[in-house]
């Protein structure tokens, strides 16, 4: 065992290689406090380190769990203490921006806020954002194929990336640094490694797509008085938006009182007592016009009776404190701990029943301590549970994910929208996945790791 960190540290150099109460002061993950448990946590600087790195463990079958922010909701970078860690903190440049191609070239370890800024500095945006921005890095969130809060206008993660070197399991550096939006010469081999959580390459580095700078940016809060109202709020805002709609979030009143209207950490843009409250979002290309549509298009859902109240963001200040409520996770996360979170999707129209119905079975298995609470990018069929039944015990929060996921079957739902499968939801990958799609993947992971050395368990067993 030794040996091998000491080859390693040949590699990386001694700074570059964590061992001991270096690695137990960081915790396992995002959710979890007890410490992070790996044979050493490596370091590398630049893909040729990393490319040795995966050598050199490939020939001493040693495993390999790479780490980005480590803010994965699914325990996809749990280690053993068996196991080495692949970090990117020492792999964080912005290697160069094309603005007239509108792209962006980084390393892995990048933190996503970073690249905002670097993005806004030249008069351009990378559109994918979510709570984590200050520590998720763009090798976690290709490697998730993460969404967040503009998919509904813009896609995944997967949609932002144009190009990306990987190292394969055995040291085998592939780069496909691709910069142009059309480029169909054979397989388009960089989607094997988005969204595949670390089990078939390690990413390296990426070429990001950026998008010009709007100068409109409106936001308006409302509260909608039945569920059903808001397939027509969505498609009205559609058609009277012409394709401007960049957010959509709806937060359930369960989420809303927990967050907001019971507690002192927000002002209440719309009174409480509704059902359902909707953080809407539209940018575009000219200020004064923009916002005189989206005043429009609110006043003619207020018309149609299909939202009850209504509030605009007059200020930049005020738009934060809106966004604010949304992604008050860590609020959430202090309010219901131990707290449970979910990320599922299905098809809009069967959100509500599906949503009361896990609720029920919830509340009536563990009816002192159950609290849920329901809100997500609903624009984008996605639905995210933060709750609590007050217990860890691994065995009672299995019974939960059953009923969450089986749940779901009846809509033809996804038991992961966002944030991928990790370790978490492996056992419940054949609620989403047939025998010959789970095969496959198996497949794929035995060829490109047959030594099953990646990231191994995680996704599939
Ligand atoms: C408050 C909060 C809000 C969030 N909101 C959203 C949201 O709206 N949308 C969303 O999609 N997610 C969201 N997430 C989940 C999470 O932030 C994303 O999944 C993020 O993309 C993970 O990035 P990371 O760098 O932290 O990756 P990590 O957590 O470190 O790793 C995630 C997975 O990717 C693998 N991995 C990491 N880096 C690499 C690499 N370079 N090469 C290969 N594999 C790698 C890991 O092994 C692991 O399987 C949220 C999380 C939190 C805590």
């Not at 001493?60 to 053993?80: C, E, F, K, R, W």
């Not at 200020?315 to 202090?334: C, T």
Request: one cysteine or more.
């Amino acid at each position: 065992m030794a040996e091998i960190v000491d080859s390693l540290r040949e590699i990386v150099g001694s700074t570059g290689v964590l061992t001991g109460d270096d690695v137990a002061a960081r915790p396992a993950a995002w959710l979890r406090r007890d410490p992070t448990r790996a044979l050493a946590i490596v370091r590398p600087a630049t893909t040729d380190e990393v490319s040795r790195v995966m050598r050199c463990c490939h020939e001493a079958g040693q495993v390999v769990v790479p780490l980005g922010g480590n803010t994965g909701l699914v325990d996809g970078t749990l280690s053993t203490d068996t196991d080495v860690l692949l970090s990117f903190e020492r792999m964080t440049a912005i290697e160069s921006i094309d603005t007239a191609g509108g792209t962006m070239t980084v390393e892995a370890g990048v933190p996503l806020t970073r690249v905002h800024d670097s993005a806004a500095e030249h008069g351009l945006v990378f559109p994918v954002d979510f709570g984590a921005r200050g520590s998720a890095t763009i090798g976690g969130a290709i490697s998730t194929n993460a969404g967040g809060n503009a998919v509904i206008r813009y896609g995944m993660m997967r949609e932002q990336v144009l190009g990306l070197e990987a190292v394969l399991a055995d040291g085998t550096v592939v780069s496909s640094m691709n910069r142009m939006l059309k480029n169909n010469a054979g397989f388009d081999l960089k989607h094997m490694f988005i969204g595949t959580e670390g089990t078939l390459g390690i990413v390296t580095r990426a070429v990001l797509r950026l998008r010009p700078e709007l100068a409109s940016q409106n936001t308006a809060f409302v509260a909608v008085d039945a569920f059903t109202k808001i397939p027509d709020i969505l498609r009205e805002l559609g058609t009277s938006l012409g394709g401007s709609l960049t957010a959509f979030e709806v937060l359930w009143a369960d989420f809303y009182e927990t967050v907001v209207t019971n507690r002192d950490r927000h002002t209440p843009p719309v009174p409480g007592g509704y059902p359902y409250y909707i953080l809407i979002e539209a940018r575009g290309g000219s200020e004064a016009g923009d916002s005189e549509r989206f005043e429009a298009a609110l006043g003619a859902l207020l018309e149609k009776s299909l939202i009850a109240d209504a509030a605009f963001a007059q200020s930049v200040q005020q738009r934060n404190a809106m966004w604010a409520i949304r992604d008050d996770i860590d609020g959430l996360f202090e309010i219901l701990d131990p707290v449970m979170a979910f990320d599922v999707s299905l098809p809009i129209s069967g959100a509500e029943a599906y949503a009361a119905g896990v609720h029920e079975r919830l509340r009536e298995r563990w009816p002192e301590t159950y609290h849920g609470t329901t809100f997500g990018h609903l624009g984008d069929s996605n639905i995210h549970f933060l709750l609590t039944i007050g217990s860890r015990d691994h065995a009672e929060q299995k019974e939960v994910m059953k009923i969450v996921y089986s749940e779901l079957e009846p809509y033809g739902g996804s038991i992961s929208a966002e944030h991928g499968i990790g370790l978490e939801k492996r056992d419940f990958l054949h609620h989403s996945r047939d025998a010959a799609e789970i095969a496959l993947m198996k497949r794929l992971k035995t060829a490109l790791d047959p030594d099953g050395l990646l990231n191994p368990g995680k996704v599939i067993e």
